[in-house]
């Protein structure tokens, strides 16, 4: 089974638009997709439309930026109703603080020495409500500052480094709370990415507190992960019952490590999350 159950449009800061991400996944042998932007359900008509035309099959989702406990972790939700009110309100509040915080990123990067970047980055957000790090580093890029993407982020926008704010996103339990409440199924998104900052304990707790809200999987498989993560994170969802999820986080060709549908198969023995999406 291909599946894909994590990748971004142009709706968040991925760089096609929801029919072209479709029409990717289907010449790239996707059987079952889901489309997942940040904080934001609006390209799930499109990418609906679009399948429907290539009859294949998308299941609408969103990646919700959470911030536990000082780190931010993002949580996946696949199978919610894109129309739930409750959900679209949240998601609408989660959003509203990023201008804001854009602001205070191009100041803190003008104190670094990169003057202007807020237009900058505007220039990259096709979403303006969705603009993020992911276009602050386009632009420099762009702009030939930096190499490319993975160093603006390694030099500038990485947690503690100097164009990186602070920010509140969704508390852990209201996220999963949300998704649960517009019939979806919540999933904890690449977690090798949380381990330089909670590690061992701190890493089991946040699953603790995960699974007590109601969350249910978790992504074994991602584009983030190496092949020695893909195991570790195996043997977790085996210890503690989770479906496991698998996604390439695709935004862009050439930036992402991975291609949509080019993710590595699944360990067999564990329970995939779409045998509950039938
Ligand atoms: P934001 O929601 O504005 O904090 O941006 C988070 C996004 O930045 C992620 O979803 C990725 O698209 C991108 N990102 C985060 N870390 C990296 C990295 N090390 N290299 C490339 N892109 C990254
Ligand atoms: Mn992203
Ligand atoms: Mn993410
Ligand atoms: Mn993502």
């Not at 790239?28 to 429907?52: C, I, P, S, Y």
């Not at 900052?197 to 074994?220: K, Q, W």
């Amino acid at each position: 089974m291909n599946a894909d159950l994590h990748c971004h449009s142009t709706v968040s800061d991925g760089c096609l638009e929801p029919a072209a991400i479709v029409r990717r996944a289907y010449d790239n042998g996707v059987k079952l997709l889901a489309l997942t932007d940040h904080d934001e359900m609006d390209g799930t008509a499109e990418a609906a439309r679009e399948a429907t035309a290539l009859g294949m099959r998308v299941v609408p989702g969103v990646e919700i930026s959470v911030t536990y406990r000082e780190v931010t972790v993002h949580v996946v939700g696949l199978d919610v109703d894109p129309e739930n009110l409750a959900l679209r309100a949240n998601l609408e509040r989660v959003r509203s603080g990023r201008e804001e915080r854009a602001r205070r990123m191009a100041d803190a990067l003008a104190r670094a020495g990169l003057a202007g970047t807020f237009s900058g980055a505007r220039r990259f957000a096709r979403n303006p409500a969705m603009i993020g790090r992911a276009h602050f580093a386009r632009h420099l890029v762009a702009s030939g500052v930096m190499p490319d993407v993975r160093t603006v982020f390694d030099h500038f926008l990485a947690h503690g480094k100097p164009g990186f704010v602070p920010h509140h996103w969704a508390d852990l339990e209201e996220a999963v709370d949300w998704i649960r409440g517009a019939g979806g199924i919540a999933v904890m998104a690449h977690p090798a990415r949380y381990c330089r900052r909670l590690s061992g304990a701190a890493l089991d707790r946040l699953f603790d507190v995960f699974t007590a809200a109601g969350g249910e999987g978790m992504e074994v498989v991602a584009g983030a992960h190496s092949p020695e993560e893909v195991q570790r994170f195996a043997t977790l969802a085996r210890r503690r019952g989770l479906l496991a999820s698998a996604g390439s986080d695709f935004h862009e060709e050439g930036e992402s490590p991975v291609d949509i549908g080019r993710c590595s198969p699944l360990p067999p023995d564990l329970e995939p999350v779409w045998s509950r999406l039938t």
